[in-house]
């Protein structure tokens, strides 16, 4: 029989952060913080469990977003683009670096993206 920590409780956060995912809340964050945080997955296997993640999660969010006019057609090709292109180039540059300072860049970029939501409520 599995343990709760082995079996059900990754079962459930990756639901859950499947379910954030769909709305756009950045499910894919919390997943990288559960697996480095509490889980003890080394932080360059977690970002590419997250982005393995990803790709299924936002396939099953796309018609949604379609059906409710969120997709900007024109953007998309440029938008894909550019996408792939920076995951490339953020996948070779944190394998490059060493994972201490990729551990306290990311949590930089938690910091500010939160900070960002907190102070700009306002103006949306």
Do not use: D
């Amino acid at each position: 029989m599995f343990s709760l920590t082995e079996w059900i409780l990754p079962l459930l956060v990756g639901a859950g952060t499947g379910v954030l995912s769909g709305f756009g809340v950045g499910g894919g964050t919390l997943l990288l913080v559960y697996l480095t945080a509490f889980a003890g997955v080394e932080q360059r296997l977690a970002q590419g469990i997250n982005l393995l993640y990803f790709l299924p999660a936002a396939l099953l969010a796309l018609p949604a977003h379609v059906k409710n006019g969120y997709i900007q057609r024109p953007a998309l090709l440029p938008a894909i683009g550019a996408g792939l292109l920076c995951a490339g180039l953020g996948a070779w540059l944190a394998t490059s670096l060493e994972v201490t300072l990729l551990r306290r860049l990311f949590g930089g970029f938690l910091v500010v993206v939160g900070l960002g939501e907190l102070l700009g409520r306002g103006q949306r």
